[in-house]
Structure formats: structure tokens, C-alpha cells
């Protein structure tokens, strides 16, 4: 099983930006497609992104096509989301979450992924 952690969450005014890391440890980091998901407070978890085991293919929620970007380095085990032109309403905790499947089935279901990680807060401000 892979392990999972977050950091880079904070506060943010409106229209700033934030770069989010999923750093990861345990089994082999490239078996894994990886996703970004939030939840705000009071709703469901939501996707975000997702990019597969190498990188080549990328899939965005479409709240936030155009403004964020998710990318992956495997030499450093590390999965990061690029966040611009921050609204109000990206303020959730946000999680990583990795899995073996491929990366196109994040995009509709959150359930029963392989690892999690805790989550990062980022809060935007009007």
C-alpha cells in the first residue's frame, strides 16, 4: 500500500494561487494513477483531478478546467496541483488519493480507492 500526505493548503485571497503536494511513500509510486478531490463543509467529496501512472493523461473537474493543473514527478514520488485564479468557492479540505486503476475512473467515483491521504485546508477569501 502506498502512503499518502498533503501539505501546501493555506489562506488565499481571491484570484491568488496555491501549489498543493501529494507526496507519496510505500509500494511503487508509478503503479499508481493519483487524484485530487475537496470537500467542502456540509457537502460530498468532489473530484477535481486526476492524472495517470505516467503522466500523459490528465482529466479536470469542470469547476475548475483552465485554472488548475495537475502534474507528477515519479523520480520524487510527489503529485502536485497548480491552483490560479482561486474563487471563493475552491474552499474545501483537499485530499490526494492513489490508486491502481487507471486514472479515468476517479472522474466518477471516490469510493474504494486504494490510499488516501489526510488533507490539506485551503480557504479562500473574498
Known amino acids: 500500500q502506498v502512503q499518502l500526505v498533503e501539505s501546501g493548503g493555506g489562506l488565499v485571497q481571491a484570484g491568488g494561487s496555491l501549489r498543493l503536494s501529494c507526496a507519496a511513500s510505500g509500494r511503487t509510486f508509478s503503479n499508481y494513477a493519483v487524484g485530487w478531490f475537496r470537500q467542502a463543509p456540509g457537502k460530498e467529496r468532489e473530484f477535481v483531478a486526476a492524472i495517470d501512472k505516467i503522466g500523459s493523461s490528465v482529466y479536470y473537474a469542470d469547476s475548475v478546467k483552465g485554472r488548475f493543473t495537475i502534474s507528477r514527478d515519479n523520480a520524487k514520488n510527489t503529485v502536485y496541483l497548480q491552483m490560479n485564479s482561486l474563487k471563493p468557492e475552491d474552499t474545501a479540505v483537499y485530499y490526494c488519493?492513489?490508486?491502481?486503476?487507471?486514472?479515468?475512473?476517479?472522474?466518477?467515483?471516490?469510493?474504494?480507492?486504494?490510499?488516501w491521504g489526510q488533507g490539506t485546508l485551503v480557504t479562500v477569501s473574498s
Open positions: 488519493a492513489a490508486d491502481r486503476r487507471a486514472a479515468a475512473t476517479m472522474t466518477y467515483s471516490y469510493r474504494a480507492l486504494d490510499a
